[in-house]
């Protein structure tokens, strides 16, 4: 009986650990099976962010003078600097809106919406540096379009081109922005050179005016020095006689004394390409100055706006006026000022909104085409390479005309006009293509 006890009592125990040992089998597969799975997971996630990895590296700036990064979703950030406030506002609001109608009519440009900061140059040098400063500070700020006036754009664009940012102007004129000896080299423009504007107005006093005396009076502005001093060189060159070569203050309340002294000298026209206020003061006081009765008076594109015309009175009735040709014969035109009726509810108040737009519509174009876009939608936009695009330009079919930049940035596709003040309103009388 003994023998049989301990027999049973042994097979119990080995059916006992026989048990267990299969309930161990049983629970180990289960434990693999949530390893490998874990495992699995991984190894995704892994190769997932080493397509992460690769994609991110694909935008690598190796721009020499670095790049603006704009993440997935975020708009593409442009500045503009113009005279938007002041006597002279209408002449910098006019390009304003040319900016702003580009910019609407465009859309997104690589998936990115564009954002327009605008600031105020004051058309002057003090309010071009102070503008300047501002868009320099912001490393996000892709280029600039401005100034409004030379005077404005030649520090402005030492400070801009310091950082890399691409400027294009629609109205600076002065021949100094573009001169190969202090342009600076991130500087563009879609405006004429008075290079061109100056010996037009002087073939037009000579030629069809048959004036052989004239006068001319500037500020000492970039713009106004530059444009005179082109005038009386040419009108020299063609065989007149320039009788006085005058300056007088931007902010000059009292100009009896200088035209009293150019009256003097016997001049049969005046030319005075200056701006708004003192353009509208001279006009005014020449009605008033004996010995100029019967002198022909012109001025230029700086005060070819309503607000000359108003603030003169009907002292400006009958003067000359040259600026750029406005004739756009173009289906971009007519679109354009279909926008800018229905926009701001007026017609075009100054000569360069079309010079704005068609500045605005190039550093977009320029800004597409060298842009890296990532998978996600981030951009990476190299400095130097989009002045390298800009500067490449050509063929540009814009509402001004072709759009062709020559090596020291003069863009422009220029033709001239001198216009008559005629019951109020600027009426072009003669064209002038170089």
Not at 86 to 112: C, K, M, T, W
Not at 212 to 239: C, M, N, Q, W
Not at 267 to 290: H, M, Q, R, W
Not at 343 to 370: K, Q, R, W
């Amino acid at each position: 009986m003994k023998r049989i006890s301990w027999l049973t009592l042994l097979m119990l125990l080995l059916a006992m650990a026989l048990v267990a040992c299969g309930g161990s089998g049983d629970a180990e597969p289960e434990a693999d099976t949530g390893d490998t799975d874990t495992a699995a997971e991984t190894d995704t996630d892994a190769e997932e962010a080493d397509t992460s990895e690769e994609a991110a590296a694909e935008l690598t700036c190796d721009d020499a003078i670095g790049c603006v990064e704009i993440a997935a979703g975020d708009p593409i950030l442009i500045a503009s600097a113009l005279v938007i406030t002041g006597p002279n506002e209408s002449l910098g609001l006019d390009s304003q809106y040319g900016v702003e109608i580009a910019i609407e009519q465009r859309g997104e440009v690589a998936g990115h919406a564009v954002e327009l900061q605008a600031e105020d140059e004051g058309c002057s040098a003090e309010g071009g540096q102070t503008a300047g400063q501002k868009i320099a500070s912001n490393p996000s700020i892709v280029g600039v379009i401005g100034t409004s006036c030379s005077g404005a754009g030649v520090p402005m664009s030492q400070i801009v081109c310091a950082e890399g940012i691409a400027m294009i102007s629609p109205s600076n004129t002065a021949p100094v922005l573009t001169d190969p000896e202090s342009r600076q080299t991130c500087y563009f423009r879609t405006a004429h050179n008075d290079k061109v504007q100056g010996r037009a107005m002087a073939e037009y006093v000579f030629n069809e005016l048959g004036l052989t005396k004239a006068a001319a009076i500037h500020d000492g502005d970039p713009y106004t020095e530059g444009l005179a001093s082109v005038f009386r060189d040419s009108f020299i060159e063609l065989g007149g006689e320039v009788v006085a070569f005058e300056a007088e203050a931007a902010d000059a309340t009292n100009v009896e004394p200088l035209l009293t002294s150019i009256a003097a000298s016997g001049p049969e026209i005046i030319y005075y390409p200056v701006f708004i206020p003192l353009g509208s003061l001279i006009t005014k006081t020449a009605k008033e100055i004996d010995g100029l009765e019967g002198v022909v008076l012109a001025a230029a594109d700086g005060v070819q706006s309503p607000d000359f015309v108003d603030a003169s009175g009907g002292a400006a009735e009958g003067m000359y006026v040259s600026g750029p040709d406005l004739g756009f014969g173009n289906d971009i035109y007519a679109t354009f000022l279909e926008t800018y009726q229905a926009n701001y509810g007026s017609e075009p108040t100054a000569p360069f909104h079309a010079h704005a737009y068609d500045a605005t519509m190039m550093l977009l174009n320029a800004i597409e085409s060298v842009a890296q876009v990532g998978d996600d939608g981030s951009m990476l936009i190299g400095r130097q390479a989009l002045l390298d695009a800009l500067g490449s330009t050509s063929g540009m079919e814009g509402i001004t005309g072709t759009i062709t930049c020559d090596e020291n940035g003069d863009c422009a596709d220029p033709k001239i006009a001198v216009s008559q003040v005629q019951d109020g309103a600027f009426s072009s009388v003669w064209s002038y293509e170089p």
